[in-house]
């Protein structure tokens, strides 16, 4: 296993900084295709493994709902939906989104454009994704 360093946008404006999560990949992952669904299955069982241990009684303090009014929704962070997220369709829109273009994958500071292209994930210190999106108005 080969631990990365990937960067996360806060979706709040206060916090508007980037923090690092570490994530364990399989040694054996050859191309970009590889890294985005080792990524997605990453996120989507921690996902899942959140909404199945959430908390029934959960206190916010004042900071995080500062924070969460910022960010348009103050909630407890508890998932209302009945079912966990599937990773067959979680891999299939972030392949799309990723191929489209609407999701950039940096490997340090190169970017990686085509899902099919070979790596050698021992020597990525750190992923970043940045997702695009498009801003209101008229196109030219």
Do not use: C, H
């Not at 900071?63 to 979680?90: H, M, P, R, T, W």
């Not at 972030?94 to 994930?121: Q, R």
Request: aromatic share 6%; glycine share 4%.
């Amino acid at each position: 296993m080969v631990n990365l360093k990937v960067n996360v946008k806060s979706v709040s404006n206060k916090q508007n900084k980037i923090k690092t999560i570490e994530i364990p990949y399989d040694e054996n992952i050859t191309d970009v295709r590889g890294l985005l669904k080792a990524t997605v299955a990453f996120t989507v069982n921690a996902y899942n493994e959140r909404r199945e241990n959430a908390e029934l009684l959960n206190t916010l303090t004042a900071a995080q709902i500062e924070d969460k009014a910022v960010q348009g929704k103050v909630s407890f962070g508890v998932n209302y939906g009945e079912k966990n997220a599937d990773l067959k369709k979680a891999t299939e829109d972030t392949l799309e989104a990723f191929s489209d273009g609407v999701v950039v994958l940096f490997a340090d500071e190169k970017k990686l454009e085509n899902p099919d292209d070979k790596i050698n994930i021992k020597n990525i210190q750190s992923l970043t994704f940045i997702k695009l999106t498009m801003l209101a108005g008229r196109m030219w």
